[in-house]
């Protein structure tokens, strides 16, 4: 692993720090994960919802948080139906607010940020005819990072509705089908935050790696 630069593997050594003390103190982190949860189902269902969106938004906004364990714990929390429908409605509303923002607050900064990412080369050679279809299906493709490509839409000519729409449409089989299995796991959701936590940070040290092997063979 010469090809990493210092940052590449201070990330490293910080999620691998991270993992660790999740394991040895995952217990605790259990704990708090059950608080939270009684606390939405106990707050009613309205007040419930209302935190839930909201930190389901937060968690779209804010890059490095992933979004997708959000639509388990609606499962949940609300159950498969309701949960979805929760879902849904936040993680569009989550995604316009980050369109709006690319769009009006940071156009500028996005542009010279991504302008070599290979999702957003991307999504300007499909800006003239298919930006549409390509938002769509990257809601449908669980790899694709939800909040970037909310972002880097904002900074292309595409209608603020026709991001919505096709947000929350690609958003639905997905979400489906995370709602419909947090329902499913209810009675074993300590033992698969603990693995979901697991595969996460090795997920994140994985890209790490990749995307700095690529960047050195110049892809």
């Known amino acids: 692993m010469d090809y990493l630069e210092v940052k590449d593997k201070i990330k490293i050594s910080l999620l691998v720090m991270i993992l660790v003390l999740a394991i040895i103190f995952f217990k605790n982190v259990s704990l708090i994960y059950l608080n939270a949860e009684s606390y ?3 707050s009613g269902m309205l ?19 992933p979004s997708s364990p ?18 849904l409605i936040s993680a ?16 500028n900064y996005f542009a010279k940020r991504f302008k070599k990412n290979k999702i957003y080369r991307k999504m300007l050679e499909e800006e003239n005819k298919h930006l549409l279809k390509f938002i769509f299906f990257s809601r449908l493709i669980p790899k694709m990072p939800f ?4 972002y880097m839409a904002g900074i292309t000519s595409m209608p603020i509705w026709k991001f919505a729409l096709a947000t929350f449409l690609g958003s639905i089989p997905i979400v489906f089908i995370l709602t419909f299995f947090g329902e499913l796991i209810e009675s074993y959701r300590i033992t698969v935050l603990l693995i979901f936590i697991i595969l996460f940070i090795i997920y994140k040290i994985h890209g790490i790696i990749i995307h700095k092997r690529y960047y050195m063979r110049g892809y």
């Open 47 to 65: 007040t419930g919802i209302l935190i839930f969106s909201g930190l389901m938004i937060l968690a779209i906004l804010i890059l490095p948080i």
């Open 147 to 150: 909040d970037l490509v909310s």
């Open 92 to 107: 569009t509303i989550g995604a316009t607010i980050a369109f709006i923002i690319g769009r009006f607050f940071l156009h």
């Open 70 to 87: 959000f639509a388990v714990v609606a499962g949940i929390v609300f159950g498969s139906y309701i949960g979805m429908i929760i879902t």
């Open 40 to 42: 939405l189902e106990n």
